[in-house]
């Protein structure tokens, strides 16, 4: 019966969470998310509209944007690195059911991006999953193994399609006031 009312409370203080996230001017999210034990550096952004599965097990590196609509499955750590730009509607999970076993629990594992990632929009990447430094995943994409360093992948499942230029001279900042 503890339990089960401690588990409730924990539900609750995510969806306060979620609601609450929705109207804190841009200028102080990354400070209202520290309260949470989400961890935000620099002059990163988590624009208004993206939904978080717990409290705490998320950090962030400098630079890096996270566009309005996605879903951030927070439940066993998402480690993102610095200079990160990750497009509206992306999916990140760490959690899942195991197919195989007769109760049907569930099993997961953290997802790590590196530095200078793009993830494009509507894109999904499933638990454990390890996207290296420079990669790039395409608009769409299903990422169900690791993504090496300097690569570009695509598709359903996402697959390896061709080197990215290792040149870049950009970074990810873009924090307006009122953005979605």
């Given amino acids: 019966m503890i339990k089960s009312i401690l588990l409730q409370c924990k539900f609750l203080l995510v969806e306060f969470l979620n609601v609450s996230y929705q109207v804190v001017p841009n200028p102080i999210r990354n400070y209202y998310l520290r309260l949470f034990g989400i961890c935000i550096w620099g002059k990163s952004c988590i624009h208004r509209g993206c939904k978080f ?3 705490g097990k998320m950090s962030v590196g400098q630079n890096t944007v996270i566009n309005f609509g996605c879903y ?3 439940r066993r750590g998402i480690y993102i690195g ?3 730009g990750i497009a509206h509607n992306t999916k990140i999970y760490t959690l899942g059911h195991d197919l195989n076993d007769p109760k049907f629990s569930t099993k997961g594992a953290p997802v790590h991006i590196g ?6 929009s509507n894109a999904l990447v499933m638990p454990g999953v390890t996207i290296g430094e420079g990669a790039i995943v395409l608009a769409g994409s299903v990422v169900t193994k690791d993504v090496e360093p300097w690569s570009i992948v695509g598709g359903n499942p996402a697959k390896k399609i061709r080197e990215r230029n290792r040149d870049i001279d950009y970074k990810q900042v873009y ?6």
Avoid: Q, T
């Fill in 115 to 120: 530095d200078d990632v793009f993830i494009f």
């Fill in 53 to 55: 599965f717990h409290v």
């Fill in 175 to 180: 924090r307006y006031w009122f953005a979605l």
């Fill in 72 to 74: 951030l499955d927070n």
């Fill in 82 to 84: 610095n200079n990160v």
